[in-house]
């Protein structure tokens, strides 16, 4: 992952003590067909695009995906056995898991699915934790055992491997955290998920809790338990905390395809890849993320969800530039014929790791340099009259200006 121009580059996240280093395992879970669906803006893609999402998801080396939630009713079910079908009839390596509510009705459809398909599909099994919630529901401790111990026994009698989760963690007591875990572990789930439901913790309140659950109830209990995250982003922090997740010692973080779920949605998918592969974080630094951009996309038009201009690394505008300082020494490193250090010299991601380039455009803040280097980029001599048209349309505009415009000042129809 070095770079060749990295001696160029003082790397304060390299300095003693500031290196990410993850304490245990780090694997992918996507949301994206489950929690990321779970928005009130988003459009339930139809079953072809699930499956063109599912590959993208392969061609990215994501552990593992979310299929949905059976229990919701037929056309769940039926979306849910298609993908489970189409892993095990492509001979995918993604593991699959379904959500649950701690209820037979919704755990058994997931058996039923398994059998149907022979695709081994772990059951996530969820209930509310916090005292908020308990006391919204009006639910006692007793209930929450109760039906915990119920769940996860029937999930394990039906052959199942159980995935716990409590909703809402972040916001819930430690004497309760711990019974619900002891509980679950002590009937066969054997993978517990720590939940930032609301979207309420900090990357230190993160690592506090997670520190937490390892000495208190993980290794008390001698199992071999993996320990998943999975974070909201309502204070904008849901990225920072699933990276203080892995550092404090989860195995694996849930994330969705850019950011989408409920309310302002979950931690961004992309976006973690897009940070293990520049920390150097295997498997991820050695994975081939070219289809990253097709992964976001394909799940923004499926969903009916935009991609902001300014989203990092797949916005429209993430290696887009017009003023003139930024762009100049962008094309002056195109000019040395090194298209890594024209991705380098003004952007902390270098844009080819994930097949995109930077972009040069028209604007009121843009010097000449943008001009001739925008012309000569498409064959357009860049004579001093034109260049002085373009420069002065640009000047008295409030705009970046289009193709179109640009043409019209050098005297050109405008392309089709």
């Known amino acids: ?62 552990n ?57 599909i772990e059951t996530a099994t969820f209930i509310g934790s916090s005292p908020i919630r308990r006391y919204t529901e009006n639910w006692t401790d007793d209930f929450l055992l109760t039906t915990t111990e119920k769940a996860v026994t029937f999930a394990r009698s039906l052959g199942l491997d159980v995935m716990y989760v409590t909703e809402d963690t972040t916001r819930c007591d430690p004497e309760t955290i711990k019974r619900l875990y002891k509980t679950a572990i002590e009937h066969g789930a054997r993978s517990i998920v720590i939940c930032d439901t609301c979207g309420h913790v900090t990357p230190s309140g993160v690592t506090a809790l997670i520190r937490f659950v390892m000495e208190e109830v993980v290794k008390p209990s001698g199992e071999k338990i993996r320990v998943d995250w999975h974070g909201h982003c309502d204070r904008g922090l849901a990225l920072a905390n699933s990276l203080a997740a892995f550092a404090a010692g989860a195995d694996c973080v849930h994330a969705a395809a850019i950011g989408i779920g409920e309310r302002v949605g979950n931690t961004q998918m992309d976006q973690m890849l897009v940070n293990l592969k520049l920390m150097g974080v295997e498997p991820w630094a050695s994975q081939d993320l070219s289809k990253l951009k097709d992964y976001c996309h394909v799940v923004s038009e499926a969903t009916g969800v935009p991609i902001p201009l300014n989203y990092p690394v797949f916005g429209g505008d993430a290696f887009r530039t017009a003023t003139g300082v930024h762009a100049a020494a962008v094309i002056k490193a195109f000019k040395k014929n090194d298209v890594e250090l024209a991705n380098t010299v003004y952007s902390g991601v270098p844009a080819q790791y994930f097949g995109l380039e930077q972009v040069i455009d028209i604007g009121p803040m843009s010097g000449k340099s943008n001009v001739i280097f925008w012309l000569e980029r498409r064959g357009i001599s860049a004579t001093d009259d034109v260049v002085e048209r373009v420069y002065q349309k640009a000047k008295t505009s409030n705009h970046t200006l289009s193709e179109d415009e640009i043409l019209e000042c050098c005297g050109s129809p405008a392309a089709d």
């Open 1 to 62: 992952m070095a770079l060749k121009h990295s001696n160029l580059i003082y790397d304060w996240n390299t300095v003693p003590g500031a290196t990410f280093k993850p304490a245990g395992q780090v694997l992918l879970n996507d949301e994206s067909l489950r929690d990321g669906l779970q928005s009130p803006s988003v459009k339930d893609p139809p079953i072809e695009k699930k499956i063109e999402i599912l590959h993208l998801m392969e061609s990215l080396g994501i």
């Open 64 to 120: 593992s995906l979310n299929l949905g939630l059976p229990g919701a009713g037929p056309r769940a079910v039926a979306d849910v056995e298609r993908l489970a079908r189409e892993i095990v009839n492509s001979k995918l390596k993604i593991k699959a898991n379904c959500a649950a509510r701690t209820h037979e009705n919704d755990i058994r459809p997931i058996a039923e699915i398994v059998q149907r398909t022979g695709m081994p």
